[in-house]
């Protein structure tokens, strides 16, 4: 794994063994096609994805409407106040993501969309070598991200989802819940999973 800067100097939620892991998934369907990511926050995830696809000569496209999911707002558990935009009275984490992206010297793989799933979604054709979940974790953010992209991926391609955990003792569900709908569906096989970060591989056909 060949990373321009120490993923830990990005502010995030990522465990080092699972972007090792969302870097190796990403190598490995480059080929097939470009990665998109939905939930960049500040960068951190786009950065294995992006080393992986440069190596490749592939894109990644990041998707985030970089106004916080629910639980990075203010007064909520993941809140940093650094990524508030007073002016704006929200939340703004593009300038940190950008900022991130220069320093990686990842600008010309990845191609930002600053948007949510449903507007960048909605005219989307291209069709994609993976794809990783990690946006709002409300059950409808989860449904309508999961809804929206999955159906664009490749056979052989993954989808991969983050903070999947099977015991709602040890936090939310709806990652968990749109994993098990694509299991259901199907059209994917699991692959092995890294801690909670969840992965399976859609068949030919
Ligand atoms: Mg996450």
Same mark, same amino acid.
């Given at each position: 794994?060949?990373?321009?800067?120490?993923?830990?100097?990005?502010?995030?939620?990522?465990?080092?063994?699972?972007?090792?892991?969302?870097?190796?998934?990403?190598?490995?369907?480059?080929?097939?096609?470009?990665?998109?990511? @939905? #939930?960049?926050?500040?960068?951190?995830?786009? +950065? %294995?994805?992006?080393? /992986?696809? !440069?190596?490749?000569?592939?894109?990644? $496209?990041?998707?985030?409407?970089?106004?916080?999911?629910?639980?990075?707002? @203010? #007064?909520?558990?993941?809140?940093?106040?650094? +990524? %508030?935009?007073?002016? /704006?009275? !929200?939340?703004?984490?593009?300038?940190? $993501?950008?900022?991130?992206?220069?320093?990686?010297?990842?600008?010309?793989? @990845?191609?930002?969309?600053?948007?949510?799933?449903?507007?960048?979604?909605?005219?989307?054709?291209?069709?994609?070598?993976?794809?990783?979940?990690?946006?709002?974790?409300?059950?409808?953010?989860?449904?309508?991200?999961?809804?929206?992209?999955?159906?664009?991926?490749?056979?052989?391609?993954?989808?991969?989802?983050?903070?999947?955990?099977?015991?709602?003792?040890?936090?939310?569900?709806?990652?968990?819940?749109?994993?098990?709908?694509?299991?259901?569906?199907?059209?994917?096989?699991?692959?092995?999973?890294?801690?909670?970060?969840?992965?399976?591989?859609?068949?030919?056909?």
């Amino acid at each position: 794994m060949n990373l321009p800067v120490d993923p830990e100097s990005v502010k995030g939620f990522l465990d080092p063994a699972e972007g090792a892991r969302l870097y190796e998934l990403a190598a490995g369907t480059a080929p097939l096609g470009p990665c998109l990511e @939905v #939930g960049s926050y500040c960068g951190k995830s786009t +950065l %294995y994805l992006g080393s /992986a696809c !440069r190596e490749a000569g592939q894109q990644v $496209f990041a998707v985030d409407h970089h106004r916080g999911s629910e639980e990075h707002q @203010v #007064g909520e558990a993941y809140h940093d106040e650094s +990524l %508030y935009d007073a002016r /704006a009275g !929200r939340m703004d984490t593009f300038g940190e $993501f950008r900022r991130n992206l220069d320093l990686a010297g990842l600008t010309d793989t @990845v191609v930002p969309i600053v948007a949510g799933t449903r507007q960048a979604g909605r005219h989307w054709r291209t069709p994609l070598g993976m794809v990783f979940i990690d946006g709002g974790h409300s059950e409808e953010a989860a449904l309508t991200d999961y809804r929206t992209w999955a159906p664009h991926i490749l056979p052989g391609g993954v989808l991969a989802i983050h903070d999947i955990f099977p015991d709602p003792a040890d936090g939310g569900q709806a990652p968990y819940h749109i994993y098990q709908l694509a299991l259901a569906s199907g059209l994917f096989e699991p692959l092995e999973m890294v801690r909670t970060l969840g992965a399976l591989q859609r068949l030919e056909g």
